[in-house]
């Protein structure tokens, strides 16, 4: 079972505008979150993380937000840029040394 | 540092014959992690090693599957005999220790045909 859902498998933003990337998980003993930003021919690079012991974390044009009694965290991304235009992945970890992650979302942001 | 290397990038072969990726991790990096990239699962966790030491191989899929890690440089994934479904993208990823922000390889590309 998917224990990290990423339910959007694209979504297409225009150049400017604000991207929202969600990712849901099922597991109450995951407390540390993260998202990964992946090239195509190249391997995940790390993006931003959050502690379950905050809510948002913000760096640059990025921003986690986490709402752990939905147990949704999201990305922001502003001002989108072409350069953003990747896939998404989002990661959890909880009483383990490894991480969880989701399926992606290819974000396309557009002129 | 030149960051973790995997080989070959790409990899054809025919259904049934043996398939070796391979990793060398980032010096100084103690955890080392083999993941696969599909469209349906996204990136699945294979094994992973902490100090060349397999901790953790809950997500090989079957016994057609094998790792190791001999020394603190290099690391492997077999996989014998190969089928059609085991066509993805495989990465290696490290970390130095307490920390879950892993650094990837850029992924070997299989292909059995």
């Known amino acids: 079972d998917q224990q990290v859902k990423q339910n959007s498998p694209s979504l297409s933003v225009q150049e400017g505008r604000i991207s929202i990337l969600n990712c849901d998980y099922t597991n109450s003993m995951f407390d540390y979150f993260l998202w990964y930003k992946k090239y195509p021919a190249e391997g995940p690079t790390f993006l931003i993380s959050i502690s379950s012991i905050k809510d948002k974390n913000e760096d640059g044009r990025f921003t986690v937000f986490l709402n752990k009694s939905a147990k949704h965290l999201s990305l922001h991304i502003v001002p989108s840029q072409p350069g953003d235009s990747a896939v998404y992945f989002c990661?959890?970890?909880?009483?383990?040394?490894?991480?969880?992650f989701g399926t992606g979302t290819r974000l396309q942001v557009f002129p | 540092d030149a960051g973790v290397i995997q080989s070959p990038r790409h990899e054809v072969t025919e259904m049934g014959q043996e398939v070796t990726l391979r990793c060398k991790p980032i010096?100084?990096?103690?955890?080392l992690f083999w993941y696969r990239q599909t469209m349906m699962r996204g990136l699945e966790l294979l094994i992973y090693?902490?100090?060349?030491?397999?901790?953790?191989d809950s997500g090989m899929p079957e016994d057609r599957f094998s790792a190791k890690m001999p020394n603190a440089s290099f690391s492997t994934l077999k996989i014998q005999p190969s089928e059609p479904r085991d066509s993805a993208v495989y990465f290696c990823a490290t970390t130095g220790g307490p920390t879950y922000e892993q650094y990837f390889g850029p992924g070997t590309r299989l292909t059995v045909t």
């Open positions: 990661a959890a970890s909880g009483d383990t040394d490894k991480l969880i």
């Open positions: 010096s100084g990096h103690d955890y």
């Open positions: 090693f902490n100090n060349n030491v397999p901790i953790d």
